[in-house]
T-cell receptor
């Protein structure tokens, strides 16, 4: 049973436009959420995180929104750049319970076209 | 500042053999995590070490084991290799075991079991 799901395996966006990547989770005990970017043959790179006490966190072009009632989070990238083309993973943890074990979604491949 | 390093980059073994993978965390980080990314699957949590102790393990058989050394580096050992153990093994580190710490990943070790 997948506790973290990214239902869109791929997303194509024009350069300069907004990219919206979505993630759903089922475990109500998750209280810390992270987004990672992964290029081929490299490890995931941390992008941005949000704790369950917030509903929005912003860092430059990246904003993460958390809707706890819907068990849904999204990553917005504005404006999108060709260098953003990568696989994006959302991850969640029960920071107050099971420690720092991360549960990952299956990833969404973002392609930003020039 | 050096990131998380892993060795070897690639490892080829035959079924039944043992594999040893190594990880050096970011300087100052005490927690080390191991994840498996099998082909077509997301990242699956394997093991978490902090201050030399195993803190948590994922849903993997006992032939997956490891340890953390006094300098906080870590080894992952996989005994009695099976074909389905072929995967990218990622190591991550975080500052300590407290909650809400992002994990920083190394480039991974690609294990191929023939």
């Amino acid at each position: 049973d997948q506790q973290v799901k990214q239902n869109s395996p791929s997303l194509s966006v024009q350069e300069g436009r907004i990219s919206i990547l979505n993630c759903d989770y089922t475990n109500s005990m998750f209280d810390y959420f992270l987004w990672y970017k992964k290029y081929p043959a490299e490890g995931p790179t941390f992008l941005i995180s949000i704790s369950s006490i917030k509903d929005k966190n912003e860092d430059g072009r990246f904003t993460v929104f958390l809707n706890k009632s819907a068990k849904h989070l999204s990553l917005h990238i504005v404006p999108s750049q060709p260098g953003d083309s990568a696989v994006y993973f959302c991850a969640a943890s029960e920071a107050n319970n099971a420690g720092n074990m991360l549960t990952f979604g299956g990833g969404t491949r973002l392609m930003v076209k020039p | 500042e050096a990131g998380v390093t892993q060795s070897p980059t690639h490892l080829i073994k035959t079924r039944g053999q043992q594999a040893t993978l190594r990880c050096s965390p970011i300087s100052g980080h005490t927690s080390v995590y191991w994840y498996q990314q099998a082909l077509g699957l997301g990242l699956q949590f394997l093991l978490w070490y902090d201050e030399g102790e195993e803190r948590n393990r994922g849903n993997f058989p006992p032939r997956f084991s490891g340890r953390q050394f006094p300098n906080y580096s870590s080894e992952l050992n996989v005994n009695a290799l099976e074909l389905e153990d072929s995967a990218l093994y990622l190591c991550a580190s975080s500052y300590d075991s407290s909650s809400y710490n992002e994990q920083f990943f190394g480039p991974g070790t690609r294990l191929t079991v023939l």
